[in-house]
């Protein structure tokens, strides 16, 4: 092959990788922009792959008052309520946020128990009660949160990053708390190694909204930066 043809190739495969490379790191760099229906009693189902259209806020309203005014959403929230109150951690002025928060019922429950500065997010907002933001990638300065809480550990695509999430943006000495299902002691401690700043406090088995669980306590102990 002529040596100048050979140049050219070359040069040609370096831009190709350098194409590929930003090409990777702006996927990397984007939020997912899923438009899945969060709640599971919700059958409606969107009219394109991507029926994000802005419902106007008299029907989100009318919306809402059906939902919260349902028997199984109220069970539910004084479930979370009641969850809560045994976990004993809670004052009016704690900063709480729940991860993969579903639909709000444990934000609900904090607002009805006095927590003045809850924060919810899930993967698909649900307003008011939670945002939208990836569980894995939290839109959340460092050790801003008293407390952070998910139930939904299990169902997440990286557990190891959504707990270093959730423990990043918790003080110094502030907890982690998940409710998972109801596990025994080896569970318990793969669960609690998944936390590298912050020692385990202890676990309860508890009835949430029905089901067996396990809730386990963490508390924060070193900063981020050391
Ligand atoms: C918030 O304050 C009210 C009134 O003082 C009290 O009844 C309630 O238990 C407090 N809530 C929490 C979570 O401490
Ligand atoms: C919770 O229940 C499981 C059995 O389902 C048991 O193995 C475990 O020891 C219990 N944990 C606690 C803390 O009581």
Same mark, same amino acid.
């Given at each position: 092959? $002529?040596?100048?043809?050979?140049?050219? !190739?070359?040069?040609?495969?370096?831009?190709?990788?350098? *194409?590929?490379?930003?090409?990777?790191?702006?996927?990397? !760099?984007?939020?997912?922009?899923?438009?899945? *229906?969060?709640?599971?009693?919700?059958?409606?189902?969107?009219?394109?792959?991507?029926?994000?259209?802005?419902?106007?806020?008299?029907?989100? =309203?009318?919306?809402?008052?059906?939902?919260?005014?349902? #028997?199984?959403?109220?069970?539910?929230?004084?479930?979370?309520?009641?969850?809560?109150?045994?976990?004993?951690?809670?004052?009016? =002025?704690?900063?709480?946020?729940?991860?993969?928060?579903?639909?709000?019922?444990?934000?609900?429950?904090?607002?009805?128990?006095?927590?003045?500065?809850?924060?919810?997010?899930?993967?698909?907002?649900? &307003? &008011?009660?939670?945002?939208?933001?990836?569980? =894995?990638?939290?839109?959340?300065?460092?050790?801003?949160?008293?407390?952070?809480?998910?139930? =939904?550990?299990?169902?997440?695509?990286?557990?190891?990053?959504?707990?270093? $999430?959730?423990?990043?943006?918790? #003080?110094?000495?502030?907890?982690?708390?998940?409710?998972?299902? $109801?596990?025994?002691?080896?569970?318990?401690?793969?669960?609690?190694?998944?936390?590298?700043?912050?020692?385990?406090?202890?676990?309860?088995?508890?009835?949430?909204?029905?089901? #067996?669980?396990?809730? *386990?306590?963490?508390? #924060?102990?070193?900063? *981020?930066?050391?």
């Amino acid at each position: 092959m $002529e040596r100048h043809v050979q140049i050219f !190739l070359n040069r040609l495969s370096y831009a190709s990788i350098a *194409i590929a490379t930003l090409t990777l790191l702006f996927v990397f !760099l984007q939020t997912p922009d899923t438009c899945v *229906i969060s709640s599971s009693s919700n059958l409606r189902f969107p009219k394109s792959s991507c029926d994000s259209s802005p419902r106007a806020a008299t029907t989100l =309203h009318k919306k809402n008052t059906r939902l919260w005014s349902s #028997r199984s959403w109220q069970s539910k929230v004084s479930s979370y309520a009641a969850f809560f109150r045994d976990l004993g951690l809670l004052h009016n =002025h704690s900063k709480v946020l729940c991860v993969s928060a579903g639909a709000g019922h444990e934000a609900m429950a904090l607002a009805q128990m006095g927590v003045a500065d809850v924060t919810a997010v899930e993967v698909v907002e649900s &307003p &008011p009660l939670v945002d939208r933001a990836d569980p =894995h990638n939290l839109p959340f300065f460092d050790e801003v949160f008293d407390l952070a809480f998910s139930a =939904h550990l299990a169902e997440a695509l990286f557990p190891s990053r959504f707990m270093s $999430e959730m423990e990043r943006t918790v #003080r110094d000495s502030g907890a982690c708390v998940v409710a998972v299902e $109801e596990c025994g002691d080896m569970e318990v401690g793969e669960i609690v190694s998944l936390f590298g700043k912050s020692r385990f406090v202890g676990a309860v088995n508890v009835t949430l909204s029905g089901l #067996r669980m396990t809730r *386990i306590v963490m508390r #924060r102990t070193k900063r *981020i930066s050391s």
